[in-house]
């Protein structure tokens, strides 16, 4: 099965930036759209961006002008830049994929293991 492998969270001061990375390991054909998540404690998780596989993207109003989403195909990759961070952007982030089609056929609903953000204030 293949799998979402995320990196890049940490710690970062309020108007800084952090760039998380995900990328599908395994042997993949093609992926739909792309998309970032994130859930803060004791909140419910929410859809932070959405990429398409033609490059179309979303943004939650929170986020906008802020998170810029992009993907690599090549790579098998969604990638998401924070800048401007806030304290209230501290979560985990997850990264998402509705379908992809892989060697052992399609594959539905795969999740990352999530990275945690904290923003200082």
């Known amino acids: 099965q293949v799998q979402l492998v995320e990196s890049g969270g940490g710690l970062v001061q309020a108007g800084g930036s952090l760039r998380l990375s995900c990328v599908a390991s395994?042997?993949?054909?093609?992926?739909?759209?792309m998309d970032w998540y994130r859930q803060a404690p004791g909140k419910q998780r929410e859809l932070v961006a959405r990429i398409s596989s033609g490059g179309d993207t979303n943004y939650a109003d929170s986020v906008k002008g802020r998170f810029t989403i992009s993907r690599d195909n090549g790579k098998k990759a969604v990638y998401l830049q924070m800048n401007s961070l806030k304290a209230e952007d501290t979560a985990v982030y997850y990264c998402?994929?509705?379908?992809?089609?892989?060697?052992?056929?399609?594959?539905?609903?795969?999740w990352g293991q999530g990275t945690q953000v904290t923003v200082s204030s």
């Open positions: 998402a994929v509705e379908r992809m089609t892989t060697n052992r056929g399609p594959q539905l609903n795969t």
């Open positions: 395994g042997i993949v054909f093609t992926i739909g759209d």
